[in-house]
């Protein structure tokens, strides 16, 4: 249908794409010169050493690293969504983030002296492991609501967070641990973060298998119909959501509802292929992330609030609103799959 | 009706009541030192507040959970889900936080008790009853709401945590953690009292638990008001957990566990007969495990660990072992 | 009972659009339409289990919302399409709960008669003490059928009875409709999909088409050609068997 269109009707459907950029560059910039020490545009252009360190060695990385975040948790979870055809699933709701939190326990306790790469390599083996496990069950049970997947995927998560907080418990690492695994971005310095790159190859892998994604979405007999192997591509569709999941959660801790609530906010607009909305998910979803941690940076300064709690709040907040208001404006567009794959228990015409 | 079904499963429930007489007897007799009278009379005034504290608790979760999985119309959903546990750990962590672990809040276990009980009772009630009425009685999505809320709550938890002071977590973690010890019978009294006025009030929608296995319509044919009635036993349900969880700390995971045992050994829709198998299994469990965290483990490991990974292997063998949900 | 200007919407869309008719006693009347037309709804709207948004469901004078739906429960029954439940139960506490609006839970010997009337009306002795999850689809059909029969109401609604049931089975079922309402003297109102099925067992049709009522009567008024092309956008022949219509159309 693409090749119909013409250029002014390009430009109106890529609108919120270009709208979205925008926003992330004027945030991007603000975001460098937001912080406890001032830096001015004046002041580096004419060499002020001090400064120019600042901004490379501390405001920098953290923007970096609060990009990567954004667009890596949001599209890890429009993946998810997509792969497990269901809206309210992802890292929090699936058993990724958890996984992966149990991963760099394991790698505290039993590599004591271990590095950042060491905790990675466990974070991803839990992560990638934990996803699987979690997507194996959903696809066993034929579930008969669309919300029971993710209350399931909380008490799995819930499970594997309690063997985490007993390991916790036995070693006496509770409280390091919870500093450990809640979101957030003050720790962030040059040489401290690079792990999150990891997110760019990825995304971009992502972005490259995006049809296959949008096709084993519709089921494994339509995808095999087109000769695409089902679980191959699912099982690399989740491995890349948990690895995406797993470096964000080394570097910078979990940040809760990202991958839940941009894809759906985009999906109100844009409906739901993955090929069209994926760039503006991951825009959005960097967009959002700037916004949550620039917030944090100002309520309080010169202190700062973790951006695990900021996205906590602003993210239920918006997550229930959008809950309440897709029940008010009918449940299709969030049942849409459910209702093609199982049918609705009552089937009021 | 049916009544053969019905006999057999009184004999079960009956052979069930004799095992946690057993275990309740190992508990309050195991090394209690017979030959002195006053170390035997001791270790009773150390243990049967303990043991009372104990079938206090199974009682509220085994009937909360059986109740519950009733009104969501599935077995492998706990109350957990309400996010009782995680409002129970902000408060204490946010009192902790904000006048220090000498507070008479912190200190005095009535107090902490009180406040627990009325903080989560209200916030629960309003909470929920809001929400009831927003998605009009979408069950599900009033828990999905839940849920979120949960989560929010132990992200401001953690923020709190973050920045505490290590020998004020060191206090608070203990009262994060659920234990048995120290309850006094004033606390266990008002549970009591608590637990029979919600009974008492929602007398008449107990009745209709059967009818509501049915499903909504064949509940509403039937003459039910089903939304009502799912609305009050849910805040009962809340009500409940409430009171175990400001009792004896975090611990309703129990409630999948029981729940299920008492469903499959009885495999009755009757909810009398569910509800006791699910009590006894849990006084039964609490009383076994806190016997064993003792004599065993001479006191290493929380009860609610062996719960917790229990149950959390019990949960993974029901999602393999169930066709639907 | 009386229906009148009965609308609903979703999602800003009319599904049902001020819908008026009434009921005849002692009668079966079939809603039929083609998927999406309303029928459904209006069938969920007079048996309260959807809400409506305007218009007026009379039931013997006053309104079905005034009505305590205890009592409700004992003059109208509903029967909806997809009915499972995940506990075991056999046959005969299925049918018994049919018997709760009246005891509440606790059984009287004279539920207990009505229990086995119902269970073998319905010809289900010899089942009566296995587990509905391990029926067949007929027959389970049959044990919520004899629950209906012993909530002993005066009006039974059906949603698509037939709807997954084989040709003997789905002619069974609407001989069952038709006794239901010769013998016992209830009024059955029901959704069907197939029209012959419709015009071959029941008293009056109540023709469905976007929303609306585009024709309310007896068969013979009904069964129609030019109704029936209208309604459904095919074309259909009528003919008459054993002096009931019936149409053919492909």
Known sequence: ?349 | MNHAAYRTNSRKLLILALFVLLTAAAYLFAEAHWGNERLFRYAMRLRIPKLAAMLITAFAIGGASIVFQSIIQNTIVTPCLLGMNSLYMLIHTAVVFAVGSSSLFAVNANAAFAVDLILMGVTATVVYSYFFRKTRHNVLYVLLIGTVLSSLFSSIQTAMVRVMDPNEYDALLSALTASFSNINSEIMGLSVVVMAVVVLVLRRELKLLDVMTLGKNQAINLGVDYDRCIRRLLLGVTLFIAVATAMVGPISFLGLVIANLSRQLLKTFRHGQLIAGSVLFGMMILVGGQLLVERVYSYTVPVSVFIMVGGGIYFLYLLLSRKGA | MLVRELTKKYDGKTVVDSVSFQIPKRSVISLIGPNGAGKSTVMGMISRLIARDSGLVAFEGSDIRKWKSRDLSKRLAILTQSNHTQVKLTVRELVAFGRFPYSGGRLTPEDEQMIDRAIAYMELEPFQDRFIDELSGGQRQRAYIAMVIAQDTEYVLLDEPTNNLDIYHSSNMMKIVRRLCDELGKTVILVLHEINYAAFYSDYICAFSEGRVAKFGTVKEVMTRETLSAIYGVDFEIMEISGKPLSIYY
């Open chain 1, 1 to 349: 249908m693409k090749h119909k269109v013409k250029g002014g009707a390009v430009i109106k459907e890529r609108k919120m794409t270009i709208v979205l950029a925008v926003c992330l560059v004027i945030l991007s910039v603000l975001s460098l010169f937001v912080g406890v020490m001032d830096l001015t545009v004046k002041e580096l252009v004419a060499g002020n050493m001090e400064q120019m360190e600042i901004l490379l060695l501390s405001r920098l990385p953290r923007l970096l690293a609060v990009l990567c975040t954004g667009v890596g948790m949001s599209v890890a979870g429009l993946i998810m969504q997509q792969l497990c055809r269901n809206k309210f699933v992802s890292p929090t709701t699936g058993a990724t983030i958890s996984s992966a939190q149990l991963g760099i326990l394991l790698a505290l306790l039993f590599l004591p002296g271990s590095n950042l790469m060491g905790r990675a390599v466990f974070a991803f083996a839990a992560a990638i492991l934990g996803t699987w496990l979690f997507v194996w069950f959903i696809q066993r049970i034929p579930f008969r609501d669309v919300v029971m997947v993710p209350l399931v995927g909380i008490m799995f998560s819930n499970v594997i967070g309690g063997v985490t907080s007993y390991l916790a418990y036995k070693y006496e690492m509770t409280q390091a641990l919870s500093s450990w695994l809640a979101g957030h971005f003050s720790l962030i310095l040059k040489g401290r973060y690079e792990m999150v790159y990891l997110v760019v190859p990825l995304v971009i892998l992502a972005f490259l298998f995006a049809n296959h994604f949008n096709i084993v979405g519709m089921g494994k007999d339509f995808s095999e119909n087109l000769g695409i192997s089902y679980s191959l591509v699912l099982f690399m569709g989740l491995t890349i959501a948990a690895m995406i999941t797993a470096s964000v959660v080394v570097v910078v801790g979990s940040v809760p509802y990202i991958g839940l609530i941009v894809p759906n906010v985009v999906a109100m607009f844009k409906g739901d292929r993955i090929r069209g909305t994926l760039a503006d998910t991951a825009l959005f979803g960097a967009v959002f992330v700037l916004s949550c941690d620039l917030l944090g940076r100002v309520v309080i300064a010169p202190y700062e609030l973790p951006i695990d709690l900021v996205a906590g709040i602003l993210g239920s907040v918006l997550f229930i609103g959008l809950l309440l208001y897709r029940l008010k404006h009918g449940e299709r567009a969030i049942c849409w799959k459910a209702r093609i794959a199982g049918g609705k228990e009552e089937g009021v015409q």
